[in-house]
């Protein structure tokens, strides 16, 4: 027995001591492109009840240069809702053999509160080997425990781009009468199913997933590689408990939520009847009371506790001047409520160009509120985290996309605002002129309107004066150049979309070149494209341009006297399906005219389409740097 005893030892301190993940092992078609390859994922999903779900995730990487660190270390969020239970990491070099292990005081322990949060009850344990011999592995493994059910992780096997897969396995048990949504992307068959001791068990799993190179202008994840939703039927969250298995539903607990949080201070309910009692278009209603919400309140974010999902009521908001996006848009409602207004509490996801949602499988998806007002011929839709934003114009962080509308009976998804080309435009007129060694001088008026005017509105509201210039000073697309002045104005009323006008006077040291007797310019100033493509490789996801808009430039340039076209390009056109461009230039005597018009339009256009997008973004690039040549008469 001692001596069966002894081999044991031996064999498990042998077991112990083996290489744990070589690089040597990788096969070789997963180094291609990676910059990390995933060895080993587990990731184990519990649901005891609808207030008890346990989670392990496990997780070994390579990371074979500096580009992987990223994804070196973990980090592991947590709240009164979301236990972190346990912790464990090793470090292997590129033999796999073990150099440290992790050690609860290596663990940081720190608030989780983001700098757009004013209070917030999450923490953060994390933790980084940074280890820099490259290729090693780390491997984590952390265990949770959930005391909601009102969200499901997603399975997600590759990262990100330049991320390879050996091996990813998800397992999900649930009681045998639960119903268990879960809705998988780009994975090959159903997951397997088992049932045992009054439960059943789901699991998917993966291996040798290639990693896809970085592409531009790519489409969501979720169409280029293996994903997997899990949504709850049942769910608790806190003393609320809910339904997810159709949107309606999901409105439902929504609405339990903010119930009786509308009420509203006397104070406020007076100034909402000054305010609007002596309008009878309901518009102008909406808009006095949108001014008075932006003038009397601000944007704070608070998550505490289910404030994270529950909205503070109006009395709060009213009281204290400000808000979440929750709170503000409770709040605007209660306002509208009080007029006789009818409007609905909305979630979106929102983000610039975050336009894409799921909407046949009920997940929430969403990370933002706003509110939408439902009119007697059209929709007004309120950004009520805003101070300055004008009333019913939601920009590229909202607009174009797929929303949940909560109104008295459920939740109905409905889509918000598309901002049209036509309505995204650029229109400027540059007069200028060019003097005998070069140098440029004039005035550039532009009007910028829709989503091409967002980044002037931020600009305006939020950065100083002194700031605005310095930041001009960098903007534009020329090698050198002063801004003398500079005015904006802005116009809302009356407009589809808002717009903003801007002016600048500015000088340019030798923008022509002179040589001799000749002189070079490239009318084009101001609207160079930056845009280039180059395909390494065949094309993999699909192409999604996300905003159509137009611009229209005229440069009016004097140059000096006694110069005549010596080399002139012709009228240029490129049209594809992706948009069109006109540049033409004409010459009379020392007035050169130049007119660019570029449209470009959105869309989602197949893999097999880059080359000819690629075709028409570089001629635009080339075209948009055509020079002319003036020759001085003799």
């Not at 939703?229 to 049942?234: Q, T, W």
């Not at 490239?522 to 280039?532: C, D, I, Q, R, T």
Request: glycine share 6%; proline share 4%.
């Amino acid at each position: 027995m001692r001596n069966i005893l002894i081999l044991l030892l031996i064999s498990t301190a042998a077991w112990a001591g083996d290489p744990q993940f070589p690089v040597s092992e990788i096969p070789a078609q997963l180094l291609k492109n990676a910059d990390v390859v995933q060895r080993r994922e587990e990731l184990t999903i519990r649901l005891i009840d609808l207030k008890d779900m346990r989670v392990t995730h496990r997780c070994a990487i390579t990371i074979l240069n500096e580009n992987g660190d990223k994804y070196s270390g973990f980090g592991a969020w947590y709240d009164k809702f979301r236990e972190v239970k346990e912790i464990r990491g090793t470090l292997y070099d590129a033999s796999g053999k073990q150099l440290r292990k992790l050690k609860n005081s290596d663990i940081k322990d720190e608030s989780a509160v983001s700098d757009n949060n004013l209070m917030d009850d999450s923490r953060m344990k994390s933790h980084n080997f940074y280890h820099k011999v490259y290729p090693y592995t780390v491997e984590y493994e952390v265990e949770y425990r959930y005391r909601r059910t009102a969200g499901m992780d997603t399975w997600v096997p590759q990262g990100q781009s330049n991320y390879a897969v050996e091996h990813s396995r998800l397992s999900v048990t649930v009681p045998e009468n639960y119903d268990l949504r879960y809705r998988s992307y780009r994975y090959q068959g159903e997951p397997v199913k088992t049932t045992e001791k009054g439960d059943k068990t789901f699991v998917w799993e993966v291996k040798d997933i290639a990693a896809l190179p970085e592409e531009p202008l790519a489409v969501p994840w979720r169409n280029r590689s293996v994903m997997v939703y899990l949504s709850p039927s049942e769910f608790a969250f806190d003393s609320y408990t809910g339904k997810m298995s159709t949107w309606d539903d999901y409105g439902k607990f929504q609405l339990a939520l903010n119930a009786g949080r509308d009420v509203l201070p006397e104070k406020t309910k007076v100034a909402v009847h000054a305010l609007t009692d002596g309008l009878k278009d309901p518009k102008e209603k909406v808009k006095a009371l949108y001014q008075y919400m932006q003038q009397h309140t601000r944007y704070i974010s608070i998550q505490l506790g289910i404030g994270g999902w529950q909205p503070f009521d109006a009395t709060y908001v009213a009281t204290k001047g400000y808000g979440d996006c929750k709170a503000l848009s409770n709040y605007m409602y209660s306002l509208l409520k009080e007029a006789g207004i009818r409007s609905h509490y909305t979630l979106v996801k929102a983000g610039k160009g975050e336009t894409d949602l799921i909407e046949d499988f009920t997940v929430d998806q969403f990370n933002h509120i706003i509110l939408c007002v439902p009119m007697a011929k059209d929709t007004t839709w309120l950004e009520c985290t805003s101070q300055d934003a004008p009333t019913g114009y939601l920009g590229d962080f909202t607009s174009n996309r797929t929303v949940l509308v909560i109104d008295e009976t459920g939740g109905k998804l409905v889509r918000t605002p598309t901002y049209t080309m036509d309505q995204n435009l650029l229109i400027r007129r540059l007069t200028a002129t060019i003097n005998a060694t070069g140098d440029l001088s004039g005035k550039a008026e532009t009007r910028y309107t829709g989503m091409q005017q967002d980044w002037y509105h931020s600009f305006i509201h939020n950065v100083s004066p002194e700031k605005q210039m310095e930041i001009l000073k960098g903007k534009l697309n020329l090698a050198s150049y002063d801004i003398n002045k500079f005015n904006y104005k802005e116009y809302a009323d009356g407009l589809p979309v808002p717009a903003v006008e801007e002016v600048l006077d500015i000088t340019v040291p030798s923008y022509a070149s002179v040589s001799g007797k000749r002189l070079f310019i490239v009318p084009n100033v101001l609207n160079k494209s930056s845009a280039k493509l180059s395909a390494e490789g065949e094309r993999q996801s699909d192409l999604q341009l996300k905003t159509a808009d137009k611009d229209t430039d005229t440069v009016e340039l004097t140059i000096p006297e006694g110069y005549k076209p010596e080399a002139v390009f012709p009228e240029l056109v490129h049209e594809s399906k992706f948009g069109k461009y006109v540049a033409k230039v004409k010459i009379e005597g020392t007035k050169v005219t130049y007119v660019r018009i570029y449209e470009r339009k959105a869309g989602v256009f197949p893999a097999k389409d880059f080359a000819l997008l690629e075709e028409f973004y570089n001629k635009v690039y080339k075209a948009d740097r055509s020079r002319i040549i003036l020759v001085k008469a003799e």
